[in-house]
């Protein structure tokens, strides 16, 4: 818990500086007052969006752990949502919250190795989603996007995709060669687990859970057509419903929603946070989204949208996940 409050202190630190940074430089006093006239609804309609963004992960979560056999409730899968929600949000880069939704996973009957694939296959398919649709929507877009300024970014976090992408493909396809090598990480686990029993005991517990991780990632991705389509299909609406908060901000405050562009500009922030600097991504996001919503908009509106964008997803993320952990630590 003390490190969890240190994260959590860095990454509103972070976060609240980088805001305060774009209000201070970009907001004008004629700016601030459009904030005031957005209509209730739009601000409902927007944290409604992003309930349903919340749902159809859960129902991701529940479909995928049916293609390898396992029922997991909705509401369970609801918990570990929000539970990942708050654990990303204060660990490096945006993705860090996947040891608490593997662990959250296997507390049942599900085994290690399902829980491991299940919540690696939803980042593949994430992966797969925006690796198709980021370069559909910058040539439908044309020049009326540039990716110069964050191109660099951009780059990292696809290396850093692409790697892990063909680390994990050898890990599945040459699942029985690592099985045999795995052993030699004995020698290593003398320095944790003293006793010789335990430590055996230990390893055949891993080599059980690899093996269970390796033949899980092939059925969903190789067995399972319905339940891969049903995946594919949630993904979509997960995504599409999120992303609309951004121009739905932009018709409250009376300006075209720009709905292509703000798509794609939000899928590149996704991809970028993926880039391990700082909690949840903070500052990073702030500021590529401020360069990227610039381009369609006056300077302190686009402030004031990046402003509105992360108090409806990453402060809504990290206010409700942590009620949700709290009472998970309270109750286990």
């Known amino acids: 818990m003390k490190r ?26 004629e700016g601030l007052s459009k904030l005031a006239e957005i209509p209730l ?7 409604a969006a992003h309930m349903l963004n919340i749902l159809f992960w859960a129902l991701r979560i529940k479909i995928m752990a049916l293609s390898v056999g396992e029922e997991v409730g909705l509401y369970r899968c609801i918990k570990i949502v929000m539970v990942n929600l708050f654990v990303a949000a204060i660990t490096p880069s945006g993705m860090g919250g996947e040891p608490a939704r593997i662990y959250m996973l296997s507390e049942g009957k599900m085994s290690g ?8 296959g939803e980042r593949i398919i994430d ?3 925006m690796g198709t649709t980021i370069p559909l929507l910058l040539l439908i877009l044309g020049m009326s996007i540039d990716i110069g300024a964050v191109k660099i970014y951009l780059l990292s976090a696809g290396i850093i995709l692409a790697a892990g992408g063909v680390l994990l493909l050898y890990f599945v396809l040459r699942a029985d060669k690592i ?6 990480l004995e020698k290593y686990m003398k320095f944790f687990i003293h ?7 230990a390893m055949e517990k891993l080599e059980l859970e690899f093996v269970n991780f390796a033949d899980s990632t092939k059925a969903l991705f190789a067995l399972k057509k319905k339940y891969l389509a049903l995946t ?4 979509i609406a997960m995504w599409f419903v999120d992303f609309t908060i951004v121009p739905l901000i932009l018709i409250g405050l009376g300006y075209p929603p ?7 500009a939000q899928l590149i922030i996704i991809v970028i946070t993926v880039i391990p600097v700082s909690p949840g991504g903070t500052g990073l996001a702030e500021f590529t989204a401020y360069i990227l919503f610039s381009q369609k908009l006056p300077p302190d509106i686009a402030g004031i949208t990046v402003l509105l964008w992360r108090a409806l997803t990453f402060y809504l993320n990290l206010g409700l996940g942590l009620a949700y952990t709290l009472h998970y630590i309270a109750k286990k």
């Open 4 to 29: 969890w409050k240190l994260w959590l202190t860095i990454a509103i630190a972070v976060s609240g500086i980088t805001m305060a940074l774009i209000y201070y430089f970009t907001v004008k006093p």
């Open 41 to 47: 609804y739009i601000i409902i309609i927007a944290f």
């Open 113 to 120: 190795g399902d829980a491991t694939a299940i919540t690696i």
């Open 127 to 129: 992966f797969i989603f």
């Open 179 to 184: 099985k045999k090598k795995l052993w030699k």
């Open 195 to 201: 006793d010789s029993t335990k430590r055996e005991k």
């Open 232 to 235: 594919f299909i949630a993904t």
């Open 258 to 264: 720009y709905w292509l562009f703000m798509f794609a």
